[in-house]
Structures are given as C-alpha cells and as structure tokens.
C-alpha cells in the first residue's frame, strides 16, 4: 500500500472501462465519478489509460477519496504518464498491490488484480466497454463475488459500448444517474457522508455569469446554443464562459461545449 487506506473505505464502487474510450465514455466516467466522489463514496479503478484516469481524477476533483489497484508492482507507476495522477491519489487515498514492489509490468497480471478492483467495492460500474474488454471481466468477478453490476447505456452504433450493452442484456442495471445506483443501496442513504468542495458562492458570480450559467445544464450543449439561450452577443457569452470555468462552475468540453459541473 502506498497512501492509506481507512475504516470507511468499504463504502466503495469500481468504476471501470476501455482504455480507448469515446469523447462520451470520457464524459460519462468523469460525471459518475465525480458524483460518487462527492457523495461520499470511495472510488476504485486501475489506473488505466482511459475511463480509469478519468475515476480517478473525477473523485479527485470532487474532493472524494479514490484508490488505484495496479497489475505491477509500486516501486513504479504504469503508464508513466500517470505518476502524477498516482501522487494525487496517495495524499488522500491509496495505491495498492498485490505484487511485489518491483514487478513489472505484465499483460497477464492486469485481469488478475481485475478481482481486487470489484472484490473491494458494493458494486461496479461499466462506463463503456468494447465486447472484448478487462472491464467486463472485471464485472463478471463482480457477479461471482456477490456484488452488484452496473452499466451505462451508450449510443447502439458504438462498438465501445456493445459489451456495456450486453451486460444490460444479461442483468446489469442500467444507470443514468447516481438515484439508480443508491437505490441498491438502502443501507447506505444514512451513512453515508457527502464531500464538500469550494466552489464560487453567490456574490461571486456577476449577472452576466449568471444569465449564462442559468441556461446550461448537466448535460453538455454547444456554445451556439449557448448564445441564443441567453440572448446575448457572442463576446459577452464566451466571457462569461471563460470566468464560469476559472470558478470551476462549468466545465469546457470538445467541439465547443459546455456542461455544469455537479
């Protein structure tokens, strides 16, 4: 273990998914997230490129704790580029193994530690997954284990949701909002602790922000549609957006779109 792990962190839930997700597997794994994280769960996943990056970070973001189970050893981090991410975690989550520290990295030891991943949560997610995918290993040792499986529909054209979209046909609950989730867990509405994040208060936000904030919504809509929602000119809208997201208010998504953060 390199961080540390605590008492409550079997209030836990995987999120996992393909390494090469689509600009809205990377939407919804950064949403579900970061509205566990912020509800109080603690969020497990590989630390994969991919929809496990984006658990991780979107706990994070949320002011939640998260913790990275890795197919290596911890004396490095894989893939590289995630060693900073591995050091967020560290200071309020953890990282585990169970190899020894300097294992490398090895294709066959990534589906095994796949059992750690659903063994340590109530339930696991899958965002978005091809049909041949670690994550739906993942949920199937989740089913043997006893614990609950969820899968989040995605377009029927896409083929890196077909194997979301079969375990939906073989049982998995369809999820489109964390309401779906909790109500499998009863048990938990009591217990469990929502995290607290700073965000801009009331006095923060100017008219004009807030005529632009009121028209976004959850759900991410293009910066055109934007402008005619508010009724206002392009410059004004496109500052108002650039100061909503210094606030951390709405996050700025590809191709010009906007969403607000939960």
């Given amino acids: 273990v390199r961080g540390h792990l605590e008492p409550t962190d079997g209030v836990a839930i995987a999120i996992v998914g393909t390494r090469r997700c689509s600009h809205y597997g990377r939407e919804q794994g950064r949403r579900f997230s970061e509205l566990l994280g912020g509800a109080g769960f603690v969020v497990v996943s590989g630390l994969a490129r991919g929809i496990d990056g984006l658990a991780h970070r979107g706990a994070l973001a949320a002011g939640g704790r998260t913790i990275a189970v890795l197919g290596n050893g911890l004396s490095a981090i894989y893939p590289a580029e995630h060693a900073e991410l591995a050091d967020e975690i560290c200071a309020s989550g953890a990282i585990i193994s169970e190899n020894g520290m300097d294992v490398a990295p090895d294709a066959k030891n990534f589906p095994r530690r796949n059992r750690i991943i659903s063994g340590l949560t109530r339930g696991t997610i899958v965002v978005e997954a091809p049909e041949r995918s670690g994550a739906l290993i993942t949920a199937r040792l989740a089913t043997e284990q006893g614990r609950e499986v969820f899968a989040v529909p995605g377009p029927i054209t896409s083929r890196t949701s077909r194997g979301a979209h ?62 005619e929602r508010a009724t206002l000119s392009t410059t004004d809208t496109a500052y108002a957006l650039f100061s909503l997201t210094i606030k951390k208010l709405i996050a700025e998504l590809e191709g010009k779109r906007y969403a607000k953060l939960p």
């Avoid at 499998?184 to 469990?192: A, M, S, V």
């Fill in 166 to 227: 079969r375990l939906i046909q073989k049982g998995a609950k369809l999820i489109t909002s964390v309401d779906d989730i909790l109500e499998e867990f009863g048990d938990l509405k009591r217990t469990l602790q929502p995290r607290t994040r700073p965000q801009a208060t009331a006095q923060d936000i100017s008219p004009l922000e807030e005529k632009v904030l009121n028209v976004l919504e959850y759900e991410p809509i293009h910066f055109n549609d934007v402008v």
